[in-house]
């Protein structure tokens, strides 16, 4: 099968099977093509919300399936592979975040979406990179235990520094991999670009940018730009789909090394023998995951 005759048949299923389509904008162009609705974390998050059809395959990673199926716990939940997880979303356990609101009891949880279902349970509030300077502005709370992201984290509470922000160990492992020497080299390469990085970068390359923003943060402030050549210091998909959507401007990667290896597991082939009846994973939580963890993804969409 060619990809155009794969797509078209996946076109076809998604409709006689009543299939929404979401994928994150990390999928690649071919998937990004089949899909109903393409986004970050939070809008995808509140179209989860609004989904007419009965049945919604994820293309992402797990996590993400996940908040899908919390959001809208009557509709059959897909994740299209079921090996594509966020390696950040396990780097702690519940457990250990026991330990912490034990030792940090009058400080409010605050965790990136990033993070397994029943990690959330535990949670006051969910962020996501895009409203999570406008959730922490809106907490009540002046102290906050942001886990596990401490790139991200770093960030906000530079944003805010009013607020007392402890960070938790953690980090995306695909991010992290881009340095400020990498930013120095882009730079001399392309001394006219404009450098768009994602909030997940370390300290170092986020002050040298001129925009940080969420995935589709970075994509809208390139097609709104006078300038015509862009740095993107996000997975290198971005780079992809904004060549696409802008041939006139230029898009460089901050390093061809920006790769999510999880988010890059899911295949036009999984989506097909998923929809076939013959694929993906249907997300299944306990009743009490559901109504814990849906209390802080709801709280992040009321306040972002
Ligand atoms: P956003 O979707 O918020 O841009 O986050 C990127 C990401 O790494 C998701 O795993
Ligand atoms: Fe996780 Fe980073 Fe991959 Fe996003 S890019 S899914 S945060 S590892």
Do not use: W
């Not at 993906?280 to 969409?301: F, H």
């Amino acid at each position: 099968m060619t990809v155009r005759e794969m797509q078209d048949e996946i076109m076809r299923l998604k409709k006689e099977k009543d299939f929404c389509i979401l994928a994150h904008a990390y999928m690649s162009q071919d998937i990004v093509e089949v899909a109903d609705y393409v986004s970050d974390s939070f809008a995808l998050s509140k179209q989860a919300t609004q989904v007419p059809q009965k049945n919604v395959l994820m293309c992402g990673v797990k996590f993400m399936a996940e908040t899908v199926k919390i959001l809208a716990p009557d509709k059959t939940v897909y994740v299209s592979n079921d090996e594509a997880t966020c390696p950040m979303a396990h780097q702690m356990d519940v457990q250990l975040l026991k330990q912490m609101k034990e030792m940090y009891p009058d400080y409010a949880v605050v965790a990136y979406i990033n993070t397994t279902a029943e990690l959330k349970t535990l949670c006051d509030v969910c962020v996501t990179s895009s409203a999570a300077e406008k959730i922490i502005r809106n907490l009540d709370n002046e102290n906050i235990l942001f886990i596990p992201d401490c790139n991200l984290g770093d960030y906000i509470s530079k944003r805010i520094p009013e607020k007392n922000i402890k960070l938790v160990q953690g980090g995306c492992p695909t991010h992290v991999r881009m340095s400020a020497k990498d930013v120095e080299k882009a730079k001399a390469k392309h001394p006219n670009a404009e450098v768009l990085v994602h909030p997940e970068c370390v300290p170092a390359v986020v002050a040298m940018a001129d925009y940080v923003g969420s995935t589709t943060g970075i994509m809208e402030y390139a097609k709104a730009s006078d300038k015509k050549e862009f740095i993107i210091g996000t997975e290198n998909s971005i780079v992809e789909h904004l060549q696409y959507d802008c041939p006139d401007k230029k898009f460089y990667p901050l390093s061809k090394d920006c790769v999510c290896h999880n988010m890059k597991l899911t295949t036009l082939t999984d989506i097909l023998d998923c929809l076939k009846g013959e694929g993906g994973k249907e997300i299944t939580l306990s009743e009490e995951v559901m109504v814990e963890a849906k209390r802080s993804i709801d709280k992040m969409l009321e306040l972002g």
